[in-house]
């Protein structure tokens, strides 16, 4: 094979110079910001010869006319143009999709990607950039091996307890409401990788900070295995989410401006029952206990036609109070570029996302739930000397929160509590409506309750100084590394209530609940201050065929929260690599790592891990045979890590100290004195202290396998492992009496977490139709080796062997009592009668009765798989990006006001809504086909048993986010004097397949509904 490369002078233009080979096609080539791309491959279809882009994107390359071009540059869409005969060719290459650069993000650096032997998955900016969204963990679903996901609310949450409250500050230092306070700004998804809570990691620096400007983002990066996580020592058994932003690069600035809009649209919402049909089945109710009915067909008549609608109401609340419809809009502007002394990258960014909740045109202030936020971040690289690089990085956030002033939570657990007819919107003279039992009304919680904000700042700064100091010995560097950051979390309050009232059966008001006027208060809830610092030396030589490196490295956090003291943890690690020749690897890493949070004497342990790989691919017996198979690493890694749980829970904070309780009057901690029995007061225990707690720690190990086939256009990555984690923290079954106070958390609890992964990509072109589709799959399974559990006279009452999580303990149900006989017959619950319609439950230990005897585990005891589905495809500017995300083999409890009709029991202070499902109940002449048990007051201690009937497959395929764009021809925007112009659209939660059809897989009712977005903008590149 020729290479054939174009000798001239390198300057950075696009002009097309005179040819120096005279007769040959020429041109240039740009990237997607119509600048000079060097190093670009070009061939003529059919022949073997290459030829290369030199300095200002130039080239020559001898082709006659009508043949085609192939060009072709990493992680850029190949792009195929006819040669016209004395035409020159200007040829832009567009980023693609799908990104894999030689150097992979690792923890504290980088990585030659075919070194790496940890299990580590990684996406890059254009599969974060398509999903419309308020925090850039919404576009993880389904992309990350080893990565699982539950959204579990739509909306932020709030916080306006003030640090000044009596819960923080009063007469004991520790206080298990206040201490060992953390926050993140991300409350709406629950993420585990291998089963365990990740530790972000953003640009080097631990910050739990989801709201980054996807666009600011080069890679998000899991890691998985002990070896990738170990330099993290004392706390290094977490997996890691490694955000990396961008920094400056050489060249002109890069100037990118981003601007959409959107709507949002409620998923998952029942539908309540009208209120004509509630007054039937709460007839029903009352009926099938022998009780008198409370409504005739006059009633009903009313409620079905809206005759009497102060008396006789039919509200759908949710119609009335809920939007269909809400905004969301973002504005970007990135800004990249430098020379050779200087770079530089800028981002602003703004988001503001609108609520679910009407609002009323006479208030003069903001009642819906809303979000706003403004974010800078930038970065400053500069190459002070030949071997000094100073990086300077600032980032800033400015977000506010507003909801109404009764709290979305109290609205929508109102919400699907409060049925059609309980009360008129307004009454004749425009009051508020409500009763004895409602005494604060819905609308006016929605729409005039005022409002309340929090606020959060944050501003954050690293300083990274990095020398040269090859003159030392080649290949050995220092750097340090500094961080300082500070959040503060503000609440304001300016909540009111009014009086509701009923109209009377002689036209006169009744008042209830109670007016309150507006309040106005301000208060800040949670503070943060961090810093860190970091110093390494790190060695990286070639010696022939062997390639040596190794790192030092201390470092040491502090974190102070709220009014707790400071807890810092230390870090000192060395890490060494060999490999020969690119096919034989070691790596090895110790970290002597400690946390002040420990008692004195306890607080440092020894971590370590090591791993292994082969490059197969490299061997003669597949380099030189097998032409398809152009890679084939094997590797494997095995780590003893810790989990610093110190900081995990309020109760604790200094736990090795036995503290005492003075807030005794409010706890009935007295005792009467002398002949008046005077009464005092003593100082009594708080939780129980453990002067022995320790972290928790894990033996993993991980084997895996990476594969590219047919000229790197299929790539497999295959990975099992192995985590088991000892020392966790638990309680003892059993416990002493005489001791007066419940035994603390001890580390005594062991549980083993295994399981599979699998990637699998294909990318490829036909002509100028670039495709991709990767997918992977991941199976997770986990055991209970120990926990101290009393001892139980059956088998299935024991929860050890069983699954760590997710698993479901009750009754088996056997259906529904059919007959009579059965009913009387069969074993049932001690001092209850069971009827015909009633739910039936085994009798395990076949004693007659149903106790606790007879309750196992019943759900969620297979091995969950997820997976996720990710595929697309550019053609001459069109491009499509698709994502779905499932789950299999997971479990939901239904047991809630959407699907079971125990509101229409009366069994509560108040009467509840119940929804659609509700007329699936059990009567004799829907025996067979009923999907409830039937309706009775009496019923509900036997029917409300948590057991396999509600028990509900958790299942689903979701189309979690789909992108369609159109990228205008160069030779347009170059008339616009822009150097790229595309617009597209965009959606999030666009479809989804349930096992259940009932309620949303993954938002339950009472939570902030999961949102549908369809969202469309433009994006210009100067």
């Known amino acids: 094979m020729a290479a054939k490369i174009n000798r001239v002078a390198a300057q950075d233009t696009t002009a097309v110079k005179g040819p120096v080979h005279p007769g040959w096609i020429r041109g240039v080539v740009l990237d997607e910001y119509s600048q000079p791309l060097k190093g670009a ?100 679903p389904g992309q990350l091996p080893g990565l699982y996901t539950q959204q579990v609310s739509g909306f932020t949450s709030f916080n306006l307890t003030p640090l000044s409250s009596a819960a923080v500050i009063g007469k004991t230092l520790v206080n298990e409401t206040s201490n060992n306070n953390t926050s993140s700004d991300n409350s709406e998804f629950n993420i585990t990788v291998r089963g365990q809570s990740p530790i972000t990691v953003i640009d080097g620096v631990q910050r739990e900070i989801s709201s980054l ?9 899991v890691l998985k295995d002990g070896l990738s996580t170990i330099l993290l020592g004392i706390n290094s058994s977490k997996p890691v989410v490694l955000v990396t932003t961008k920094s400056g690069e050489v060249g002109k600035p890069r100037i990118t401006f981003t601007a959409a809009t959107g709507v949002q649209q409620s998923l998952g919402l029942p539908k309540p029952l009208p209120a004509y049909q509630y007054a039937f089945l709460l007839n029903e109710n009352l009926l099938s206990d022998g009780k008198v009915a409370l409504y005739n067909d006059a009633d009903f008549a009313a409620f079905k036609n809206h005759t009497d609608p102060y008396r006789h109401p039919d509200v759908n609340w949710f119609k009335t109070i809920l939007n269909d419809y809400s905004p969301m809009s973002t504005y970007k502007l990135n800004v990249n570029g430098g020379t050779n002394v200087a770079r530089y990258s800028v981002s602003l960014g703004y988001f503001n996302q609108g609520g679910i909740f009407k609002t009323a045109d006479e208030v003069p202030y903001n009642t819906n739930t809303d979000l706003s936020r403004y974010i800078i971040n930038s970065d400053v690289g500069v190459q002070v000397t030949k071997n000094l690089n100073v990086d300077l990085q600032l980032f800033g956030r400015i977000q506010t929160t507003n909801e109404p002033g009764a709290s979305y939570t109290n609205i929508l657990s109102d919400l699907y509590n409060t049925p059609n007819f309980a009360y008129p919107v307004r009454n004749p003279n425009g009051s508020f409506g409500g009763n004895t039992v409602y005494t604060n009304n819905l ?37 340090l590394k500094g961080n300082l950051s500070y959040q503060s979390i503000s609440a304001l309050n300016r909540s009111l209530t009014n009086a509701v009232y009923s109209f009377n059966a002689d036209s006169s008001y009744s008042v209830f609940g109670g007016a309150l006027a507006q309040n106005n208060s301000f208060a ?134 036995q503290t005492y309780g003075t807030n005794a009057a409010a706890q009935g901690r007295f005792f009467p004195v002398g002949t008046n029995y005077t009464t005092k007061y003593y100082y009594f225990d708080n939780t129980l202290a453990n002067p022995l707690i320790t972290w928790e720690s894990a033996d993993k190990i991980d084997f895996g396998t990476d594969i590219a086939l047919l000229k790197n256009h299929v790539m497999i990555t295959a990975d099992y492992y192995h985590d088991k984690y000892f020392n ?12 007066g106070i419940p035994y603390t958390l001890e580390n005594i609890r062991k549980t083993l977490y295994q399981g599979g992964e699998l990637a699998v990509t294909y990318k490829n072109n036909v002509n100028n139709f670039n495709y991709f589709v990767t997918g992977n799959i991941n199976l997770q399974k986990s055991k209970i080796l120990f926990m101290d559990e009393l001892a139980t006279p059956y088998p299935w009452n024991r929860r050890t062997g069983l699954p760590a999580n997710g698993t479901f303990y009750g009754y088996t149900a056997l259906g529904f009592y059919q007959t009579l006989q059965d009913a009387t017959t069969s074993a049932h619950i001690a001092g209850y009668t069971p009827q015909p319609g009633d739910i039936k439950y085994k009798d395990l230990n076949n004693d007659g009765v149903i106790d606790q005897f007879d309750q196992s585990t019943i759900g969620g005891t297979k091995p969950l798989i997820f997976y996720g589905l990710n595929f697309g495809f550019n053609y001459k500017g069109f491009s499509l990006s698709v994502i779905f995300q499932g789950v299999k083999n997971r479990q939901i409890n239904s047991q809630n006001p959407a699907v079971d009709h125990f509101g229409i029991d009366g069994l509560f202070t108040s009467t509840n809504q119940v929804f659609e499902n509700a007329t699936g109940r059990w009567t004799p ?50 008339r616009l004097r822009l150097s790229g112009l595309r617009v597209f659209v965009n959606g999030e939660n666009l479809f989804t397949v349930a096992g259940f059809k009932g309620l949303d897989p993954e938002v339950t009712p009472y939570n902030y509904p999961i949102q549908r977005v369809l969202n469309a903008g433009i994006s210009i590149k100067l």
């Open 213 to 221: 400007d996807p666009e600011s983002i080069e890679s998000i990066s």
């Open 41 to 140: 491959t070009i061939m003529v279809k059919g022949k073997t010869d290459i030829f290369k882009s030199e300095a200002g994107g130039r080239f020559e390359v001898n082709a006659p006319a009508g043949s085609v071009l192939v060009f072709t540059y990493p992680d850029h869409l190949v792009n195929e143009v006819r040669v016209t005969a004395g035409k020159s060719l200007v040829v832009k290459l567009d980023e693609s999709y799908l990104k894999m650069p030689k150097r992979l993000d690792v923890l504290y650096g980088t990585a030659d990607r075919t070194n790496v032997l940890g299990s580590i998955s990684t996406i890059y900016t254009n599969q974060l950039t398509t999903t419309p969204a308020s925090l850039y963990v919404y576009a993880l």
């Open 925 to 974: 002449e829907t025996a067979n086909t009923a999907t409830l048990p039937r309706l009775a007051q009496s019923a509900f201690n036997n029917n409300s048993q948590f057991s396999t009937f509600w028990l509900k497959s958790g299942d689903y395929l979701r189309l979690k986010n789909a992108e369609i764009g159109y990228t205008i021809p160069h030779a347009v925007t170059k």
């Open 728 to 739: 966790q923290l638990g309680n003892r079954g059993n416990t002493i009496a005489l001791l």
């Open 524 to 657: 800040t809830v949670y503070t943060s201050r961090q810093s860190y610092g970091q110093l390494s030396l790190n060695y990286d030589r070639q010696f022939g065929k062997s390639n040596i490196s190794g790192t030092v490295l201390y470092d040491t956090k502090s974190l102070v929260t709220n009014y707790d003291l400071a807890e810092v943890v230390n870090n000192l690690a060395f890490k060494a690599a060999y490999n020969y020749d690119g096919k034989y690897f070691l790596e090895a890493a110790v970290n002597r790592s400690g946390d002040n949070r420990y008692a004195p004497g306890r607080q440092y342990g020894t971590f370590y891990a090591a791993g292994a790989g082969w490059q197969m691919g490299n061997e003669g017996f597949i380099k030189d045979n097998i032409s398809w198979i152009n890679s084939w690493k094997w590797r494997g890694t095995y780590a003893r890590t810790g989990n610093g749980n110190i900081g995990s829970q309020a109760q604790l904070y200094y736990t090795y100290l």
């Open 443 to 479: 609308l006016s919680k929605t729409e005039y309750s005022g409002y309340t904000q929090n606020k959060a700042d944050d501003i954050l700064a690293n300083l990274d100084i990095n020398y040269d100091l090859s003159s030392v010995t080649k290949g050995l560097t220092a750097k």
